[in-house]
């Protein structure tokens, strides 16, 4: 019994093969294609929920609540008395967030009013720890 080593033409240079091999290729790329059909659909869905509908009512202001305005220049008005500092306006929530029931703080806007303006009146009701602060406005006009 005998055994054949190398080429059979008696050349004894091995030949190479030069061709890749592209089943491991084509193996990878259809594993990925189903990673992608499967995930796709779940990313682009929502969960399904019902939202709540609602309606603006008109206010009803208590007399107990406070109303803040906010002019274009960003000054507060606490009714008709101007606040002149942050720090006078957190006192004086902070008297009224101790009541029970706790009142709730009003916040008008004026429409060219900064937003940084409003930010710190909400920040100063937080301070003072009142729970419900609300915004007026006024509804829109029936013809647009």
Not at 27 to 41: E, G, K, S, Y
Not at 65 to 75: H, P
Not at 100 to 114: A, K, T
Not at 116 to 122: K, L, Q, T, V
Request: proline residues 8%; charged residues 25%.
């Amino acid at each position: 019994m005998s055994m054949q080593v190398g080429a059979a033409d008696g050349d004894s240079e091995e030949q190479f093969n030069n061709t890749i091999n592209t089943t491991p290729l084509v193996d990878v790329m259809l594993v990925l294609l189903i990673i992608f059909l499967i995930t796709i659909p779940v990313v682009t869905e929502t969960v399904k929920l019902e939202l709540p509908k609602e309606v603006n009512i008109p206010l009803q202001t208590k007399p107990e609540n406070i109303v803040l305005a906010v002019n274009r220049d960003g000054e507060v008005f606490w009714g008709k008395e101007r606040i002149p500092d942050a720090e006078t306006l957190v006192n004086r929530l902070k008297v009224e967030s101790i009541k029970e029931p706790q009142p709730e703080v009003h916040i008008r806007g004026d429409l060219g009013v900064r937003y940084e303006a409003i930010g710190r009146a909400i920040v100063a009701c937080q301070r003072a720890g009142i729970y419900k602060v609300g915004f007026i406005t006024e509804p829109p006009s029936p013809g647009g």
